[in-house]
């Protein structure tokens, strides 16, 4: 037999190294049992805040949510990692919003062994919304993005959990997929999920009932087009400056231009700049036509601050609607 050379023991020695890697990282990636830890707690991976809150309103102290976006990251420019990945693979659970909000889910979810992970796709069977963002007839275009539609994927709007009937059903989701992994807390979820059903219907009843008795019914946004969905349910125009659904589209100096005409045509005495978005956009707006700048969280994520708070989705929707009856000019 022939010798081995120094370079043929160091790629010996490295093939080694990646093979005991591999190793580490099934043994690491394997679910333990039902409920995915150690503690007996089911463990649950969320790609955005509102599945994280939901999921930590249905699950109690008997689950363990993860959220997948780190404080105060915008969700559409987010990247999973690689350690991102190995956390999905752990978890009993995967929540996320849809192919549309998380087009990486889907390609992270084909490479995955499934066999012991449930995963919640949000959006079945909701109605996705559909149009042109930042265009005057947005909203007259509708559709399922479940029932086959031809559309282009950058036309579907993926903001579902900003009407809260879509929440509802979320919450159901949510709760169905817990009971599925830890039955024998299947009760305890599914009275969880009653009780906050109810406060998402008062939060949509409270919504009606302060915006049907504005004098103006018109949003100028200086964020991206978020707000959809919320605008449908409650009978307002939404007009913003971006001219898609995701913040990395940069608004040109037309589009500002049309959101400023808006505030003027509808004397609006308000622009709404958003959380975790630039807002330049917004401030232009402001500076423009005098309008007053206020603030609007699509909730998406939170900030570092927020997250140690314990702020839940029911507390950003309050103080959203406080400023829409400020800019809106509720009584």
Known sequence: MKPVGKRGRTAVIAIGIICISIFLLTIACRPGGDTGTASGKLEVVTTLFPLYDFTRQVGGDRVQVALLLPPGVEPHAFEPRPGDVARIQQAAVFIYTGKFM??????ILTGLDRKHLRI?????GITLRRGEAGHEDHDHHEGSAHQGHRHADANVDPHVWLDFENDIRIVDSIAAALAEGNPGNGDFYRRNAASYREKLMALDRKYRETLSSCRKKVIAHGGHFAFGYMAHRFGLEYHTAYPGFTADAEPSPRDLMRLSKTVRRHGLTAVYQEELVSPKIAEAVSRETGAALLTLHPAAN?????MEKGVTFVDLMEKNLENLKRGLACP
């Open 120 to 124: 919640v796709d949000a959006s079945r």
């Open 302 to 306: 939170i900030g570092r601050e927020d």
């Open 102 to 107: 998380e087009p990486w889910a889907e390609r």
